[in-house]
Nanobody
């Protein structure tokens, strides 16, 4: 099992940037693929981006490609989501998620953090 703690959310204006952090702890944290999901009230949680446990290999949902970048510091077992050119449609609670490394980067996540609120004003 892995424990996940997100940080970095906040209220920003459209067109600006935020960086979210996800600190993973636990004996096998370094062997987990990590992803970011987001959810708005009344809607299903949606996949945003993911990175392989090795730190090599990433995947993004179409609407954030070119604006968001996921990266990993293997020494700190921390994953970052750099969000640029934010839009009001990016407003959501962002969750960090983990799963044992595998072929797919978009499904079968088993552990989630508490979430961090991102609000983008127009």
């Amino acid at each position: 099992q892995v424990q996940l703690v997100e940080s970095g959310g906040g209220l920003v204006q459209a067109g600006t940037s935020l960086r979210l952090s996800c600190a993973a702890t636990g004996r096998t944290a370094s062997t987990y693929d990590i992803a970011w999901f987001r959810q708005v009230p009344g809607k299903e949680r949606e996949f945003v981006a993911a990175i392989r446990s090795s730190g090599e290999g990433t995947y993004y949902r179409d609407s954030v490609k070119g604006r968001f970048t996921i990266s990993k510091n293997n020494t700190k077992n921390t994953v970052y989501l750099q969000m640029n050119s934010l839009e009001p449609e990016d407003t959501a609670v962002y969750y960090c998620a983990a799963k044992v490394r595998g072929l797919s980067l978009t499904t079968r996540y088993t552990d989630y953090g508490q979430g961090t609120q991102v609000t983008v004003s127009s």
